[in-house]
């Protein structure tokens, strides 16, 4: 008995010292990105499929600055991003509090608009 119950009190500590070194984090408590004008990611991507040739090439996301979209008459303060995959390259707008997309502007063949209801 006695051998069972210093397992069990060995095993308590060890489980409170874990809980207490990894603190329990909410995500709503964590901090937004400080994105700044003229940040920028840059990623190579590839893949492929099995018997096909395989694809790939590269993503750049680039930080404009920011602007006021209104939608309805909700105005988002937006953070504003060039993002590029290979040849499309598109205006992306970020609501800055939810980072949610609010606003999308495409220049494939032609400009194409999209707007979102964050």
Do not use: H, Q
């Amino acid at each position: 008995m006695m051998k069972n119950y210093r397992i069990m009190r060995k095993l308590a500590i060890i489980f409170i010292v874990a809980v207490l070194a990894f603190p329990l984090v909410s995500a709503s408590v964590l901090e937004k990105p400080d994105w700044r004008e003229g940040d920028y990611w840059k990623y190579k991507v590839g893949y492929g499929v099995e018997g096909a040739e395989s694809a790939g090439g590269e993503i750049t996301t680039r930080i404009l600055g920011t602007e006021n979209v209104t939608i309805g008459n909700i105005t988002y303060r937006c953070i504003v991003a060039k993002e590029k995959v290979n040849a499309s390259e598109k205006t992306v707008y970020y609501d800055e509090e939810s980072l949610a997309v609010v606003k999308e502007i495409s220049y494939d063949n032609e400009t194409e608009e999209k707007i979102y209801d964050p």
